[in-house]
DNA sequence: AAACGCCTGGAAAGCGCTTTCCATCGCCTC
DNA sequence: GAGGCGATGGAAAGCGCTTTCCAGGCGTTT
């Protein structure tokens, strides 16, 4: 029974469609749809509604969802664009995305564009053929003003088509946006870190052109400023967003600015980089003789030795936010939620020698 | 132009159509869908052609991907069922499938289940009825024979109405797989130990009714037998695959059999949590008192102290061979790949003492 | 008892696209 | 110069579903 007769049967040879159900029902196509996807809004009668559903079972009917799109002229499909989901950090708001979208019986299309500025353009493009129901946009945005323009041109477009779209972190004043208090938690940061004592206080950051590394830098610096530190120059290196470029920047770091006691990292996989670097290349000690904070608390930093002291960002939380801001039927005001940013201590971090 | 009139306007007065394009352009439906999605098979003049991508352009027209997967009775979506986003492990697989999917243009719809074995089953079902054109099986499967038994129907279903199904690891002997090799994984990984000469060496699993667990404990089993270890009864403890659930379970067998000299955790989550438990919990240095060797390497694999020494798998490879895998017009013949594995030493094992 | 409204069920018009037929047309072959 | 053929464009029939109308059948209301 159901056998399937061969692997490379030709697909519109399958399924079943509601149309059978009917037959087999002895009712109208109409009826079936009642039976089977009504919204509620009309009641079928006790006796039909029980052939219907007999019917359904018994030819084992799943329904077309495309088709069903087409004909309602909307989804339940939802986008989710990340950078990278082997990331800890994507993968967290993923998760906490997916656990929403659950719930709310969506199913959720993702795209990684592995950074590359321009495949984010392309997958909204794609997910607005899909007829995607929203987007959730979770990679930073970036300083290219271009780039940025014709990302906004395409959201619009997005939005025209009566899709929602939902940012994590800025983009811009007119969209629906999930912040995560990243200006905030670098200032944390610096002033956990001159608490500690420390008053040369160095920064490995990500690339410049990411608004978030822009904002953690910034809460930095502002940080700095206010508890009046030495008016040296900056001590700032940049680096990939990955490993091997947060172990590269804080070695040159602290190359050029031996006189460091403590290195904020904006990123924690960066931060484990930077800690085998210090270590590995350099032989400087922490947190005895550099402290580090990194930044994201991501599952694994308080799994490194030593622990990781780092910014804490409720990731999962944002992206169950933002699923929920995708849903919630708004008026024509932009929403915005805000997101704490709290600052964990742990064993990377000591109070300065002397 | 192409004003976005109210964000809260409904979907279906949106949506420039073909037909719109087709009159701008002054030709009919038919020639515009050809220049616009045409599978190559039918030739359009130049002439022609030229008008309706200028048409297409100045429109600013995109295509209806549902109504395609309507007419066409096939998508380019993809299915990809995980336990969880956020695990490092299926972080991996889900990063090489992405970007597998990537260059074959194909769009991937991801669902996690959380672990919950009912979930699995229920996605699979709403990938169907989203008509995917194909889904990967990326979680361990079970030895829940009633639930193994329902899945393997609603795959017959899906392949039926002419969708391919790919597992990663194995399902059954009709299913398209990619294997990673986990047994031999198991066996090289006490076969380092034993050669450093651990005699006394347990175990931290998963759940047992996962067939992964199942495939690398048998490994280690066979290993052990093999090379004359001593006939003690098995020293193995179970837990839950997380951090918390290696720690309690590694805690529990060294409190049970403190003669153990080396544990094998066969998994590099719970591995993390081992490491914490031994030295937090137990006082018990690691790898002086106790060697640990992790199974999978994930990225932060090396970045825990001591490095963890593990059994690498190639993750985003699984990911990749999946989907091409999906796309390869097989036979009838179920296809199977097999991957290896491979133990790398790092500083989380040491030569037994004495 | 006539008129009204409500509740159920069905017919049928799409939703946006692909693809199969036809109809042309220019060109080549014998 | 008639018959054929390949290349090109269009008409129209769906793909599987939702939803708007309509048509009856009843129970109420005056």
């Known amino acids: 029974m159901a056998n399937p007769r061969s692997r490379t049967r ?18 109208s196509l109409a009826t079936a749809s009642r039976v089977l996807h009504g919204s509620g809004a009309r009641t079928v009668g006790e006796e039909l ?28 499909v939802v986008g989710l664009i990340v950078h990278d989901v ?9 998760a906490g995305a997916m656990r929403a979208a659950r719930e709310q019986r969506l199913m959720v299309m993702i795209a990684a564009t592995f950074r590359e500025p321009g495949l984010e353009l392309e997958y909204l493009r794609s997910l607005r053929a899909q007829r ?11 300083t290219d003003t271009e780039a940025t323009e014709r990302l906004a041109e395409e959201i619009a477009g997005f939005e025209a088509d009566g899709g929602r779209v939902v940012c994590i ?49 910034d809460g930095a ?9 030495p008016a040296a120059p ?11 470029g947060g172990r590269a920047a804080a070695v040159r770091l602290l190359r050029a600015r031996p006189d460091l006691t403590a290195v904020l990292v904006l990123n924690d996989v960066m931060a484990a980089g930077a800690l085998a670097g210090l270590r590995d290349d350099l032989g400087l000690a922490v947190p005895d003789r550099v402290s580090v904070v990194g930044f994201d608390d991501v599952p694994f930093a308080a799994d490194l030795r030593p622990a990781l002291t780092t ?22 005001e932009p929403r915005r939620v805000d997101l704490p940013a709290e600052l964990v201590l742990r064993g990377s971090t000591a109070p300065a020698a002397g």
């Open 10 to 27: 030709p697909a519109h040879t399958a399924g079943v469609t509601l149309q059978q159900v009917a037959r087999q029902a002895g009712v």
């Open 86 to 94: 082997a990331d800890p950090y994507f993968g967290a708001i993923a």
């Open 311 to 332: 910014v804490r960002l409720p990731l999962e939380a944002a992206g169950e936010e933002a699923v929920r801001l995708l849903l919630d039927p708004s008026g024509d």
């Open 132 to 142: 995607a129901r929203a987007v959730i946009l979770a990679g930073s945005g970036t």
């Open 49 to 76: 509604r029980r052939r219907v559903e007999a019917a359904a079972e018994e030819l084992r009917y799943v329904s077309n969802a495309p088709a069903q799109a087409l004909a309602r002229a909307t989804s339940n």
């Open 234 to 244: 900056d001590a700032v290196e940049t680096g990939d967003f990955t490993r091997e």
């Open 169 to 217: 972190g800025d983009r811009g004043p007119d969209l629906d946006t999930v912040a995560m208090a990243n200006r905030s938690g670098g200032g944390q940061a610096v002033r956990g870190l001159w608490e500690l004592g420390h008053r040369r206080i160095g920064v490995v950051a990500g690339p410049s052109e990411l608004l978030t590394v822009r904002h953690r830098l």
């Open 221 to 229: 610096r502002r940080a700095l400023r206010g508890l009046g530190a």
